[in-house]
């Protein structure tokens, strides 16, 4: 399992993750022989990303020996840096959704990242998607990290707990329920 892990420090440091937004690339190109990135990274992604990302960070974030710092090159701090930022990011999008009107209850559509630091509703056929599933794996991560970090008074830790929590705390999954048949 370390052999899976090892290198996606670098990965997440690098071209796997949007620098202003925090979040991860919904792909990249690679050579097969050179491993060198052909292009640019993609400037979209989905929250079924998020809810595979952020459980990584959080691993490393514990100091888990299989995704230890030795193995992946990232220390536990930079992992809390980083999940705050995507933290903090996905937290303003919901707000600013909210703001804007663009009612999906409090979970998220597929987006772009945006230079600024923000991310932008993307349409797909001419529709925005609200992925059900997806929003279910990245609520499942916000549940851990709030969880892993339940007892934390100060710091860092009590941050992104704080920060998963309020995600998790407006999203409606009951928008998506039929009342009469309860499907």
Known sequence: IQ??????????????????????QDHVSFDPD?????????????PSKLGVYLPFL??????????????????TNEALQMMKKTLTTLRRFQRDGERRGEVYGGLFPWFEMQGDGTLRITKY??????????????????????GAFWDEKSGLKKEVRDLAQEIIDNQHYEKFVDPNTGL
Do not use: W
Request: glycine share 14%; net charge positive; no cysteine.
């Open 3 to 24: 052999k899976a892990f090892a290198g996606l420090g670098a990965y997440v440091k690098g071209p796997g993750v949007d620098k202003a937004t925090g979040t991860p």
């Open 34 to 46: 050179t491993k060198q990135v052909l292009g640019e990274p993609s400037n979209y992604s989905a």
């Open 58 to 75: 959080l691993k490393v974030a514990q100091g888990r020996p299989m995704v230890s710092e030795r193995v992946t090159g990232l220390s």
């Open 125 to 146: 056929a001419g529709r925005h998607m609200v992925p059900t599933l997806d929003n279910g794996q990245l609520t499942f991560a916000l549940a851990a990290i709030a």
